[in-house]
């Protein structure tokens, strides 16, 4: 299958378009109560931009680009964040010619039938990239990317949708592992919200 090369830098424009107008809230007071028991005055929900059909065309292109030459065989990480990007890359990769399964790493090991807190085609030995919607302190990616280590797996890095620029979490997983990039930050999207709010 032949397709056009996308265009990256428009594909990243729109992506950071869609995170403001689906994902984004801000406050000047720090109004949101996060995960690991903080507030900010910035939150990111995004999955109306992972379950939607363009947020899923654009981070599935954005993400196979920055595994170009990377050699991996699965991405995957925390259920439910990274379910749906993890899918959109495997769908992208299939149409590109070059397959890379998606996998899903459970919160809690399950407990019946085959016990395993991996789901996929992944197996150990496998050079895996780990995902993440949003990243604050780290915790989800690294919590993967401690299953992905017990399950045999050679991690080869990190990618989040967002990077929050909060709590060390860039500095936190890039402690762990060789490289962690992020699609979108929250830097680009504060800018995009005082252009369009100007």
């Known amino acids: ?3 056009a090369l996308p265009d990256i830098d428009k594909m990243h424009k729109r992506l950071v378009e869609l995170v403001l107008e689906y994902a984004f809230q801000y406050s000047e007071s720090p109004g949101f109560k996060l995960v690991h028991g903080g ?4 939150y990111f929900n995004c999955k109306k931009v992972t379950l ?3 947020g899923q065309y654009l981070i599935g292109n954005l ?3 920055a595994l170009s030459g990377v050699g991996v065989d699965g991405v995957g990480g925390l259920t439910l964040g990274a379910d749906a990007p993890a899918n959109a890359v495997a769908y992208t990769s299939w149409l590109k010619g070059r397959p890379i399964q998606s996998f899903i790493v459970r919160k809690a090991r399950k407990d019946h039938g085959i016990v395993a807190s991996i789901e996929g085609k992944v197996k150990a030995g496998d050079r895996v990239v780990v995902l993440d919607d949003v990243v604050t302190t780290g915790g989800s990616t690294l919590q993967a990317v401690s299953a992905c280590r017990e399950a045999g797996f050679e991690i080869l890095g990190a990618i989040a949708l967002v990077d929050r620029q909060e709590m060390n979490g860039r ?3 890039e402690k762990e592992v060789p490289f962690f990039k992020a699609l979108v930050t929250r830097e680009e999207v504060m800018r995009l919200y005082r252009q369009t709010a100007g």
């Open 52 to 54: 939607d059909p363009e």
């Open 63 to 65: 993400v196979f680009e």
């Open 171 to 173: 500095e936190n997983i």
């Open 39 to 42: 507030t900010s005055p910035f």
């Open 1 to 3: 299958m032949n397709l």
